[in-house]
């Protein structure tokens, strides 16, 4: 999506209107057509794009998961993290620190983006405790925020560092972590 693409590029306040109309191919008409203003596309994006990948990438892997905990570990590590994307920072972290206190309408779904996000990652690992590869006294709602929280700080540090390096070395940081949630018999 053209309008993705631009605020992803330069943030929603300051993505150029004319120039997602030239990616998308439509007149400033056609656009108001579809959405009433620029928040309403800004709120499509969200709820069309960003929600997409954040179903693609963290949603239905573990909750289709038989390996949880290992699911959780595996996406994790699949992050990109050369200088490039590491510079573009997360879609729905990005929107969040922009918006969240700008337009009710972007804080409300950024909002249940990430407790979507959270709540499927303590499902998966109450899954993964029930199945004996996470220690029984360990709270997985807890370590969901956490895991979220973590993920999206190193985004937001490799962002404003532009360094895929600080991004790996914290992709190294969440694994250790979770393998060290194993049952002290079970470490992977």
Same mark, same amino acid.
């Given at each position: =999506?053209?309008?993705?693409?631009?605020?992803?590029? &330069?943030?929603?306040?300051?993505?150029?209107?004319?120039?997602?109309?030239? +990616?998308?191919?439509?007149? +400033?008409?056609? $656009?108001? /057509? /579809?959405?009433? #203003?620029?928040? &309403?596309?800004?709120?499509?994006?969200?709820?069309?794009?960003? &929600? %997409?990948?954040?179903?693609?990438?963290?949603?239905?892997?573990? !909750?289709?998961?038989?390996?949880? $905990?290992?699911?959780?570990?595996?996406?994790?590590?699949?992050?990109?993290?050369?200088?490039? /994307? &590491?510079?573009?920072?997360?879609?729905?972290?990005? $929107?969040?620190?922009?918006?969240?206190?700008?337009?009710?309408?972007? !804080?409300?779904?950024?909002?249940?983006?990430?407790? *979507?996000?959270?709540?499927?990652? *303590?499902? *998966? @690992?109450?899954?993964?405790?029930?199945?004996?590869?996470? %220690?029984?006294?360990?709270?997985? !709602?807890?370590?969901?925020?956490?895991?979220?929280?973590?993920?999206?700080?190193? =985004?937001?540090?490799?962002?404003? $560092?532009? #360094?895929?390096?600080?991004?790996?070395?914290?992709? +190294?940081? =969440?694994? *250790? /972590?979770?393998? #060290? @949630? %194993?049952?002290?018999? #079970?470490?992977?």
């Amino acid at each position: =999506m053209a309008g993705f693409e631009e605020v992803y590029r &330069a943030g929603f306040q300051g993505c150029d209107l004319n120039a997602i109309l030239g +990616k998308a191919g439509v007149t +400033k008409g056609a $656009l108001y /057509h /579809h959405f009433n #203003s620029k928040d &309403a596309l800004g709120h499509a994006i969200l709820e069309d794009v960003v &929600a %997409r990948i954040t179903e693609q990438k963290w949603l239905e892997p573990l !909750r289709t998961s038989d390996t949880p $905990l290992d699911t959780l570990i595996a996406i994790i590590e699949g992050t990109f993290t050369d200088d490039e /994307h &590491a510079a573009g920072g997360c879609p729905l972290n990005n $929107l969040a620190q922009e918006m969240s206190r700008v337009e009710e309408g972007f !804080r409300a779904r950024t909002a249940a983006l990430f407790t *979507a996000w959270i709540d499927t990652v *303590a499902d *998966a @690992l109450t899954r993964a405790q029930a199945q004996g590869a996470l %220690r029984p006294n360990i709270d997985a !709602r807890a370590q969901a925020q956490f895991i979220v929280a973590a993920y999206e700080g190193y =985004m937001s540090i490799a962002k404003s $560092l532009k #360094s895929g390096a600080v991004l790996e070395a914290g992709v +190294k940081q =969440m694994v *250790a /972590h979770l393998n #060290s @949630l %194993r049952p002290e018999d #079970s470490h992977g």
